[in-house]
């Protein structure tokens, strides 16, 4: 023991292979993490994407959900303006993290061009985020960004030793 924590035995990371000793929590931990993880993800229908998308962002192409956990992401092909991801946030993320991270690109766009990331579209009304209700009337911070193509890592069939 240590402290008055009874603790596990080392055990290899399967990522790393580092010994990894776990407190008696860790299961509980996980589960709380995971149940945030997957709480309040937006229940917002595709046709109130797909207006969200038209009239706050000047988007048309055709909608593709992505995976996420906590949000709702689209993928917006095919449009005469190019392709954009459309991001929805969770009702539970504080909108002020969704603005500094919306500021943070802007900021790099600004001052290191050449970086290959995506880029932030201003909303029809001049703003970058936009605030979306959802069918529970809880607020979800919503923006877009430019599509980088390249292959998604859920898709690339990656394993431990490409996360090294």
């Given amino acids: 023991m240590v402290g008055a924590l009874p603790l596990s035995l080392p055990t290899p990371c399967p990522l790393t292979g580092k010994s990894v000793i776990h407190g008696p929590d860790f299961p ?6 995971m149940k945030f993880l997957i709480a309040n993800r937006p229940d917002i229908s595709m046709a109130v994407v ?12 055709k909608l593709a959900e992505l995976y996420s956990e906590r949000d709702l992401n689209f993928r917006v092909l095919g449009g005469e303006e190019g392709d ?8 539970l993320e504080d ?11 802007q900021f790099l766009a600004r001052t290191a061009p050449d ?19 959802g069918k529970d009337g809880a607020s979800h911070a919503c923006f ?15 394993g431990p030793d490409e996360f090294r």
């Fill in 28 to 33: 509980a931990l996980k589960a709380r993490t």
């Fill in 50 to 61: 797909e207006a969200l998308a038209r009239h706050e962002f000047g988007l048309t192409g």
């Fill in 84 to 91: 954009f991801v459309l991001k929805v946030s969770n009702a």
């Fill in 95 to 105: 909108p002020r993290l969704v603005e500094a991270q919306v500021r943070a690109l």
């Fill in 115 to 133: 970086l290959p990331l995506p880029r932030v579209r201003m909303g029809t009304g001049g703003e970058p985020v936009v605030t979306l209700s």
């Fill in 144 to 158: 877009a960004l430019s599509w980088l193509p390249g292959t998604i890592a859920s898709e690339a069939g990656l």
